[in-house]
């Protein structure tokens, strides 16, 4: 059960880590990119393809994380 703490905290932090990322990304790199991009980032297309990308590996990490091992 150790080993499965470990991990869930291993990627508790990781993700930790990664909303610190994103959170720079969006204050920092957003707004140059929507000066450099406006046609693209603004597209409804394009906010409907990230959204779907991430549902789609949450889905994924959900299915992997529930099927397991089954020893």
Known sequence: ??????VLGT???LGFIAGIAANFLYHMV??????????VLH?????SGLAG???TIVMLVLWVYLSGSQE
């Open 53 to 55: 990308a991430l549902l």
């Open 30 to 39: 957003w707004p140059w990119l929507l000066t450099v991009f406006p046609n």
């Open 11 to 13: 990627f508790a932090l």
């Open 43 to 47: 597209a409804e297309w394009m906010i």
């Open 1 to 6: 059960m150790s080993e499965r703490i470990k």
